[in-house]
């Protein structure tokens, strides 16, 4: 995997701190700072997402990913799964995620909670790389609810 990262702000571009992502499949995603009213030259203007609000949502695609994977290879008739992640990050640098609590809605057909139950700590616990890394410096929790369609 691989990833190309290219300023912006030195191109004369409407922010001074933004950058855009290229993937090695081929997408490309914008990033932006924060405004920093004290130094604006040294600040974003709030364009596109920040780094980290992108590496957050990452992580909510990849554990979303293997809920929903994990529910259609048990035969459950899941129609929809989002997942809301609230975090807390370190006051000081390097600001780390301190704590991130997922909470999951699986919509589907008579799917079983304890379907979704297994599914989330799965995820957890084996297959989604994201959730696993940051469980090296944040407290994860989770929590469902399952919605009927």
Known sequence: MECTVSWTGGAGTRSGMGFVAETGSGHILAMDGAPD??????????????????VL????????????????????????????????????DPKVFTKIHMHFTVTGKAVPAVAVERAVQMSHDKYCSATIMLAKTAEITTSFEVVEA
């Open 37 to 54: 009213e004290a130094r604006p030259e040294n600040g974003g203007r709030n364009l596109a997402p920040r780094p980290m609000e992108t």
């Open 57 to 92: 949502a990452g992580t909510g695609g990849c554990t979303a990913y293997d809920v929903v994977l994990i529910l259609k290879r048990g035969r459950h008739a899941v129609t929809g799964c989002t997942v809301k992640l609230t975090s807390e990050r370190a006051p000081a």
